[in-house]
C-alpha cells in the first residue's frame, strides 16, 4: 500500500516528530483504551438484548446500560485526548519542518536560486508545508486509529460469529484492489497538481514584480494567457483526483450499503434456525458501522496522504538540495581566526570560472594581488566579467579553477562566516526592507548601535535627508522603499554597506541610476573611501577609479590591460578608447566610460 519512497518521507517526518515524544506517546496510550471501548460496547449490547430483553428479565438491566454510557464517555474521551496529543505533536513538527526549512533555503547557493523561480521556492514553504500541516498529520492520525480499530473489530465479530463474519470479508478484497488503483492515480495527479502550482505560483510572483513592465507595454493579455496555461494544468488535474475520489467513496458506500443487506438477509435466517441470537445479529449490524464508516472515510484519508507525499516529494528537493559548503573540507579553529582577523591581501591565480559546467568561461586565467590599503577598480564592457570576481571574492560562487587566496589561504577552504566581517558590499541593485531605515541600516544586527547607524548615514551624506522625513531613522520604508527617491534608497543602501564594518569595500556600479545630486554625493563619500579603506570597485564613472592604485580592464573574461590610469592611458588602448572624449580627462572629473 505504501512505497518505500513513501517509507522515506514518513521517516523524515518522524525526525522532527521524534522531539515531542512525551506528547505523542500520551496519545497513543489513550488507543487501547479506545480500541477498548470500541470492543466493549456491542459485547455490552448482546448482554442487554439476549439475556434481558429476550427473556423478559429486566433485572440488572439497567446496570449494563449506565456501563454502556461510561464506556461511550470513555471511548470519547480517549478519542479526544489521541487526537489532540497526536495533532499537537504533528503541528510542532511542522514548525520545525518549516523553520529547517527556511533555514536551509537561506544557506543555498546562488546557483539554485539562478535556476529556479523565487515564487517556486515561496509555494514549497507555503501551500506545500500547508498541505502536509493539513493532509498529513490529520490523514495519519485518523488512518492509524481507523485501522487499528477495524482490524480489533473484525477479530472481535469473528469471536462472537464467525460465519457472520466470513460474510463481512468477502467484499474486503475487491476493495483494497480498487484502493490500491485509486491511490497510485491520486498519486500521480497530486505531483501534478502540487507541481503545476509551484509553476503558478513561480510565474504570478514575477508577473507582480514586473507589473511596471506588464502595464507599460501592454503585455496583459500575453501574461494572462500564460498564467491560464498554468491554472488549467493544475485545474484538469485537480478534477481528476476528485473524480477518482468520488468513483472510491462511490463504490465503497455501496458495497457498505449491500454489505448491511446481507448480514440482514443470512442473520435473519440464523437467527430463526436458532443457530444466531438476535442480539448478536443486531451487535454484527451495529459494529458494520464501525468497520465501514472508516473504510468509507479511508478514501478521504488515502487522497489527503497522497497529497501530502506529493508536498513532500517537493519538500524533499530542497533537503537534498547541497549546501553552499557541504562537502567541502573547511578550516575551522583559533589559527584561522587569528589569520582572519584583518584583511592583509587579496590574490587571484589564474582562475578560471563559468556558470554551469556547460557554460563558456566568464573569467580565464585572471590574475592580480590586492593588499591592505589599495583601492583596485575593475573596468570593462558588459559582460566581461567584473560583477563575477565579486561574486566569488563574496564566495557567492565557489567552483572556480585557480586559486584565490585571502590572506594567503585558499578562499573554497574558509566558512563564509569567517570572512564576513571582511568586506562590505555596495550593490548596483538596492532591496530595502519594510522597516524602519535605522533597521535598514543596521539590519537588525545588535551589535550595530543606533549611533554607528547616525555616523554610517553621515558618512554618506545621507544624515540630512533623513533628518527631514516624518519619524527621522523611524521612517517607514514601503515596497523596497517605493516611498523614497532612486538616490535616497541608494544612499541608504551606501550607509548599510559602511555600517556593517567592512575592511575591504566593494562598490558594484555605485552610481548607477542615480541623479546628479545624489550622485555627487556618492562620489563624495567613495573618495573618502578610497583615503579611509581598502576599495574594489567597479564603476562607469572616471572620477570613481581615476585614483585607483591598479585599474584592471577586463574584455570576454580576461584581463587584456592593467596598470594606473596614467599608464594605461599611456598605452592607448582599449582604457583609452573607454573614454568618451579624451579632453575630459583632465578638464571634468565626471567623464563616463563606455561600457
Not at 449506565?66 to 511542522?94: E, F, H, K, P, W
Not at 457498505?256 to 442480539?279: A, N, Q
Not at 556547460?358 to 589599495?374: A, I, M, N, Q
Not at 535627508?465 to 523596497?480: A, C, H, K, M, V
Amino acid at each position: 500500500m505504501i512505497k518505500s519512497l513513501d517509507v522515506d518521507y514518513l521517516k523524515h517526518f518522524y525526525q522532527f516528530a521524534s522531539r515531542y515524544k512525551r506528547t505523542a506517546i500520551a496519545g497513543l496510550a489513550m488507543m487501547p483504551l479506545s480500541v477498548a471501548a470500541n470492543l466493549l460496547f456491542p459485547w455490552l449490547v448482546i448482554k442487554v438484548i439476549d439475556e434481558h430483553l429476550t427473556l423478559g428479565q429486566f433485572d440488572g438491566m439497567m446496570f449494563i446500560i449506565s456501563a454502556m454510557l461510561v464506556v461511550l464517555a470513555v471511548n470519547y474521551l480517549a478519542d479526544g485526548i489521541y487526537t489532540y496529543c497526536l495533532r499537537l505533536t504533528g503541528q510542532r513538527a511542522v514548525f520545525d519542518i518549516r523553520m529547517a526549512l527556511f533555514k536551509r533555503i537561506l544557506q543555498l547557493p546562488r546557483s539554485y536560486f539562478d535556476k529556479t523561480p523565487t515564487g517556486v521556492t515561496l509555494s514549497r514553504l507555503t501551500s506545500d508545508l500547508e498541505a502536509i500541516g493539513e493532509s498529513f498529520v490529520l490523514g495519519v492520525l485518523s488512518l492509524v486509529k481507523d485501522s487499528i480499530n477495524t482490524l480489533a473489530v473484525l477479530i472481535f465479530m469473528f469471536f462472537i460469529n464467525w460465519q457472520l463474519a466470513l460474510v463481512v470479508l468477502i467484499v474486503f478484497p475487491p476493495v483494497l484492489v480498487l484502493t490500491q488503483y485509486v491511490r497510485n492515480r491520486l498519486r500521480e495527479m497530486y505531483v501534478i497538481t502540487r507541481s503545476s502550482l509551484a509553476k503558478g505560483t513561480g510565474f504570478l510572483q514575477e508577473c507582480l514584480l514586473g507589473i511596471k513592465t506588464v502595464q507599460l507595454y501592454g503585455a496583459e493579455d500575453e501574461v494572462e494567457e500564460k498564467y491560464h496555461a498554468y491554472t488549467d494544468e493544475f485545474v484538469r488535474a485537480q478534477l481528476k483526483t476528485n473524480k477518482y475520489d468520488a468513483i472510491l467513496f462511490s463504490i465503497i458506500t455501496g458495497i457498505t450499503t449491500i454489505t448491511i443487506g446481507l448480514i440482514i438477509w443470512y442473520g435473519s435466517g440464523k437467527v430463526l434456525e436458532g443457530f444466531v441470537t438476535l442480539g448478536v445479529l443486531i451487535a454484527f449490524i451495529n459494529t458494520l458501522e464501525k468497520i465501514f464508516v472508516p473504510l468509507r472515510d479511508f478514501t478521504s484519508q488515502i487522497a489527503s496522504i497522497q497529497r501530502s507525499f506529493a508536498a513532500f516529494e517537493h519538500i524533499e528537493e530542497l533537503f537534498v538540495e547541497p549546501l553552499e559548503e557541504e562537502g567541502r573540507e573547511l578550516l575551522t579553529g583559533d589559527a584561522l581566526k587569528s589569520r582572519l582577523t584583518s584583511f592583509e591581501s587579496l590574490e587571484f591565480k589564474q582562475v578560471r570560472f563559468r556558470y554551469g559546467e556547460s557554460g563558456p568561461y566568464v573569467l580565464d586565467d585572471v590574475s592580480f594581488t590586492l593588499k591592505k590599503g589599495e583601492q583596485l577598480a575593475l573596468v570593462g564592457t558588459t559582460g566581461s566579467g567584473k560583477s563575477t570576481i565579486i561574486r566569488l571574492m563574496n564566495k557567492v560562487y565557489m567552483d572556480y579553477e585557480g586559486s584565490i587566496l585571502l590572506n594567503g589561504i585558499e578562499l573554497s577552504s574558509i566558512p563564509k562566516e569567517s570572512m564576513l566581517h571582511l568586506f562590505s558590499l555596495m550593490q548596483q541593485d538596492v532591496f530595502l526592507f519594510e522597516e524602519n531605515i535605522l533597521f535598514n541600516i543596521s539590519l537588525g544586527d545588535e551589535e550595530i548601535s543606533d549611533e554607528a547607524v547616525v555616523d554610517a548615514a553621515e558618512y554618506v551624506y545621507a544624515h540630512d535627508f533623513i533628518l527631514d522625513l516624518p519619524s527621522q531613522y523611524g521612517f517607514e520604508l514601503r515596497n523596497s522603499g517605493s516611498n523614497l527617491s532612486a538616490g535616497q534608497t541608494q544612499l541608504i543602501s551606501f550607509a548599510r554597506a559602511i555600517a556593517q564594518g567592512g575592511q575591504v569595500m566593494m562598490l558594484d556600479e555605485a552610481t548607477s541610476s542615480v541623479d546628479s545630486i545624489t550622485e555627487n554625493l556618492i562620489q563624495k563619500a567613495i573618495g573618502r573611501l578610497f583615503e579611509d579603506r581598502t576599495v574594489i570597485a567597479i564603476a562607469h564613472r572616471l572620477s570613481t577609479i581615476k585614483h585607483s592604485d591598479l585599474i584592471l580592464v577586463l574584455h570576454q573574461g580576461k584581463i587584456v590591460e592593467q596598470g594606473n590610469h596614467q599608464a594605461l592611458l599611456a598605452l592607448e588602448g582599449i582604457y583609452a578608447s573607454l573614454l568618451t572624449d579624451d579632453a575630459l580627462i583632465e578638464n571634468d572629473e565626471a567623464a563616463e566610460l563606455v561600457v
